[in-house]
């Protein structure tokens, strides 16, 4: 079983920096490979929707109201991703989760596992003075 842990959340002032953190681990097992990572946001009674994404390659995207403030990030090596924020605004505001696509994983002599959409528990962004 794959499982993604976020972290960074927080309250911040308006116009101030967050980094948030998400690490996917695959319990016993070894990740092989993850497709792309993405961070969405859940504002209260709002839908969720998607504030970045980063294909394995390193190819982004973003939602309109983050460009130029967002950054998305992603380590291989460490199978984590990032979401540089900064410029924030009130309406950033909102749980945080993020989100792996096709996601390989094995042992010896045990797999290949294949994990899609898979969510964390999601992390917690206040913006207020």
């Known amino acids: 079983q794959v499982q993604l842990v976020e972290s960074g959340g927080g309250l911040v002032q308006p116009g101030g920096s967050l980094r948030l953190s998400c690490a996917a681990s695959?319990?016993?097992?070894?990740?092989?490979?993850?497709?792309?990572m993405g961070w969405y946001r859940q504002a209260p009674g709002k839908q969720r929707e998607l504030v970045a994404a980063?294909?394995?390659?390193?190819?982004?995207n973003y939602a309109d109201s983050v460009k130029g403030r967002f950054t998305i990030s992603r380590d291989n090596a460490k199978n984590t991703v990032y979401l540089q924020m900064n410029s924030l605004k009130p309406e950033d505001t909102a749980v945080y989760y993020c989100?792996?696509?096709?996601?390989?994983?094995?042992?010896?002599?045990?797999?290949?596992?294949?994990?899609?959409?898979?969510w964390g528990q999601g992390t917690l962004v206040t913006v207020s003075s």
């Open positions: 989100n792996a696509d096709k996601t390989v994983v094995g042992g010896p002599g045990d797999g290949p596992y294949t994990y899609r959409d898979i």
């Open positions: 695959g319990s016993i097992f070894t990740i092989f490979s993850i497709d792309a």
């Open positions: 980063i294909t394995s390659g390193g190819s982004t």
